[in-house]
């Protein structure tokens, strides 16, 4: 008698994801995937993740645990799959079930993401329900990050949480064909937020009419405060010249360049040079603002949005509102491009609640275009450039943050708080970091009181419980105290700013710092340890600390910050370190006032106020200045990025002027006398002021391979390290990776965190936090 033949055996697994896993559909492509492959059982959010129990046949289940990381949807980032058997239970069907919280948040909440194409297609069609609506989103695209109040991430722990969802969008929301199946943000006309303009004088307005009539007043030559996913932009046309300057006006903004929204990477293209890299930032799910270089007299831009900048900030519209005030096909004309600034005050946090808007908006705006969504995490616009046909992060913010970075060593449970400028924290538990969005100057009240919000919200989505904080050395920094007041017990360690500086650079290019690297760490200013202010360093560094290999030239840095706004008295100051005379004839002499020339004279001459300084952004001021490019610093590093311009209009330039180089007790010196000597030899023989700057840079360049060739013929090494701040010029860049590849060297540029202060946190935290350090 022949055996029945037995059905196959079936089994049941625990299935544990980890990464980037809540909001960006990955529940409802675990159900279509245990659906398509015939399995039962059932998926959750977790404040660790996704967990999954799947149940069916052995290499159904096998399949299963494989594609879950292989296939996973287009904004997941899947960290950690980890599976286990459990009982089967001979249950059908599968599930998604309520979220599960408990134990300790490590799972990792998406950036806020551009608009998808099928959900603008739906925006621009008349028959689809949503068209024209502000709103829309599906679990491909939208806000994530600005609006999760708690986790695990459902519409609950969202500031959706007061919209409740009328019956299609219900529908749709559970229905596991959709597209926007568990999309938490789902809402349409019918249930969503709603906007409304707000003029004084004036009716509001609210709906389809308040997104109508803020495109009429923007056309009028209105500048409006827009809500947007992480704050307010103050918005204007940019074509309009009188609008632009009000704004500028308003807002007390100097000579800073505006950043720009253009519809499309065709139109920016029309204003500026846009490569395949630059078109790819463009239009890539994060849509940063890409510094590109402006064409002469590009139509559309009034000549006050970035005057004298070599480049222009543009992003593309990234919510459907964006689309709106630009124009749906069939619209009435209106602006083809738009000033989308950071809705504040020069120097405060960017304004993010309704009634504050009213409030301090009220001097800079004509009115208000809001809707009732609110916002729970600041977030400012991101802005990157691409050097070397490689992106340069200048601002980590919306659409990165709070995406995080490996690390290539184990860590503590560490708070790194950054620096003062451009500030931005990090924390960071084993080998992952979670560098925060961009915070801003800590010069402000504001500003450090956003910062601690800040903090405890990353804390609160990260599960980190930071017991040692990470700081920079310089005692007066704000950051450096709001660590040490928050210490309660911790430890409170204290990092040099430009070995911090190349530590960054080493962590996000995964060194384990087993070696050591060439770092030339060039800023404006940093903490020395001697006692002057450094910015123009050569350090041999490890995360165990450094020796100073090379610096600039020492000269004395006359009144601190006001030799930082008036570049000509940095011009003055390192003409009279090189004992150089301050000709009438010569453009910084000119600029500098008769009686304040005098004072700074006798000021040098007996050392008042005047600590001594490495800086080489301070040198890139003097010669803005002594070449006649910029005497009046509006904003940070105006001067150098205007000679980058001047350099750029050079055509031929000829041979680059050259540092005297000597030895100080073992460090290489380089000295900027002979440069700032064939300067003002060029000057007095009519060279225009862009060979200046061309030769200029070029002498940079060529200092970094000398003292780089230097470093390799003492010690062996071959790794070179581009960072700080003065490594945001392209120019300069280019030049330097160039002759060192050129000359064998393995050279690290950032692509992670910027080479500005923006970058410092993720040194900081890999220095100060190893474990075992």
């Not at 980890?82 to 069907?93: F, K, N, R, V, Y």
């Not at 400028?421 to 990090?426: C, G, H, R, V």
């Not at 060279?687 to 200046?692: D, S």
């Not at 500005?756 to 075992?772: E, F, I, P, S, Y």
Request: aromatic letters at 4%; glycine letters at 12%.
């Amino acid at each position: 008698m022949t055996a029945a033949p037995q059905a196959p055996a079936v089994e049941r697994r625990l299935v544990r994801v980890g990464g980037i896993v809540q909001g960006v559909g990955f529940r409802p492509f675990v159900h279509s995937l245990a659906a398509e492959l015939k399995l039962a059982g059932h998926v959750t959010n977790t404040g660790e993740g996704v967990l999954a129990e799947v149940e069916g046949l052995p290499n159904a289940v096998a399949a299963f645990c494989r594609r879950i990381a292989d296939d996973a949807p287009p904004l997941a980032r899947v960290v950690s799959v980890l599976h286990e058997p459990i009982e089967a239970t001979g249950a059908d069907g599968f599930a998604i079930v309520p979220s599960t919280g408990g134990g300790g948040s490590r799972t990792l909440i998406p950036p806020d993401t551009a608009t998808c194409a099928d959900c603008l297609a739906e925006l621009a069609d008349p028959a689809d329900r949503r068209h024209r609506h502000p709103f829309i989103t599906c679990t491909n695209c939208g806000p994530r990050f600005t609006i999760v109040t708690a986790l695990p991430y459902d519409r609950a722990a969202t500031t959706m949480a007061g919209f409740p969802m009328c019956t299609d969008c219900e529908r749709e929301y559970t229905d596991p064909s959709d597209r926007r199946f568990h999309a938490q943000p789902i809402c349409c006309h019918a249930c969503g937020p709603e906007l409304s303009l707000t003029v004084p004088g004036r009716a509001g307005l609210r709906g389809a009419a308040a997104s109508e009539d803020a495109r009429r007043l923007l056309a009028e030559g209105a500048v409006l405060a827009v809500k947007g996913l992480g704050g307010y932009h103050l918005v204007c046309d940019a074509g309009s010249a009188a609008a632009v300057a009000e704004l500028r006006r308003r807002k007390r903004r100097g000579d800073k360049p505006f950043a720009v929204m253009a519809s499309s990477a065709a139109e920016a293209a029309a204003l500026a040079r846009v490569g395949e890299a630059e078109r790819a930032a463009l239009e890539s799910a994060a849509r940063p603002i890409v510094l590109l270089r402006r064409r002469p007299g590009a139509p559309g831009i009034a000549e006050g949005v970035a005057p004298r900048c070599p480049d222009l900030g543009v992003m593309l519209p990234y919510t459907p509102l964006h689309r709106l005030l630009l124009g749906l096909p069939g619209d009435p004309d209106g602006p083809r491009v738009l000033v989308m600034t950071s809705g504040n005050l020069s120097g405060e946090p960017i304004v993010t609640d309704d009634a504050e808007a009213l409030d301090r908006l009220a001097p800079l705006v004509d009115g208000w275009l809001a809707h009732d969504r609110p916002i729970h995490v600041p977030c400012d616009d991101s802005v990157v450039r691409v050097v070397d046909g490689e992106v340069l992060p200048v601002r980590r913010s919306r659409g990165y943050a709070p995406l995080p970075v490996p690390l290539p060593v184990d860590v503590r449970p560490v708070l790194a708080v950054g620096g003062d400028l451009k500030n931005t924290f990090a924390l960071a538990e084993g080998r992952t970091a979670w560098p925060s969005g961009h915070v801003g100057d800590m010069d402000d009240l504001a500003t450090l009181a956003g910062f601690g919000r800040a903090v405890a919200q990353l804390a609160a989505v990260t599960g980190v419980r930071p017991e040692l904080l990470a700081a920079d050395r310089h005692p007066r920094y704000r950051s450096a105290q709001w660590a040490r007041r928050q210490a309660r017990g911790r430890e409170v360690r204290t990092v040099q700013h430009h070995h911090a500086h190349i530590a960054s650079a080493m962590a996000e290019h995964g060194l384990d710092g087993t070696g050591r690297v060439i770092g030339i760490a060039f800023d404006g200013t940093g903490y020395g340890e001697d006692g002057t202010v450094w910015g123009g360093e050569v350090l041999l560094a490890d995360y165990d600390g450094f020796d100073r290999f090379g610096r600039l030239g020492h000269v004395p840095l006359p009144g601190g910050d006001a030799a930082v706004e008036r570049p000509y008295r940095m011009a003055l100051a390192h003409l009279y370190a090189a004992g150089l005379p301050w000709e009438p004839g010569l453009p910084c002499t000119a600029a500098c006032p008769a009686d304040e020339l005098a004072v700074l004279r006798r000021q040098l001459a007996r050392g008042l106020n005047c600590v001594p300084t490495s800086s080489m952004g301070r040198l890139f001021d003097a010669v803005s200045s002594l070449a006649g490019v910029c005497h009046r610093a509006g904003y940070e590093a105006q001067a150098a990025v205007e000679l980058e311009a001047a350099a750029l209009a050079a055509e031929d330039s000829g041979e680059p002027y050259a540092f005297g180089m000597r030895d100080e007790d073992g460090v290489s010196v380089a000295d900027p006398g002979p440069v700032l000597a064939a300067v003002v030899a060029d000057l007095a023989a009519g060279v225009p002021a862009a060979v200046v700057a061309r030769r200029f840079h070029g002498a940079v360049a060529a200092l970094v391979e000398r003292w780089c060739l230097a470093a390799r013929e003492r010690t062996g090494l071959g790794t070179a390290a581009l960072t700080g701040g003065v490594f945001g010029n392209a120019l300069l860049t280019e030049e330097c990776l160039q002759r060192l590849r050129a000359a064998g060297f393995t050279v690290l540029r950032h692509r992670l965190v910027p080479p500005n202060d923006g970058g410092l946190a993720l040194g900081q935290l890999v220095v100060a936090g190893r474990t075992g350090s």
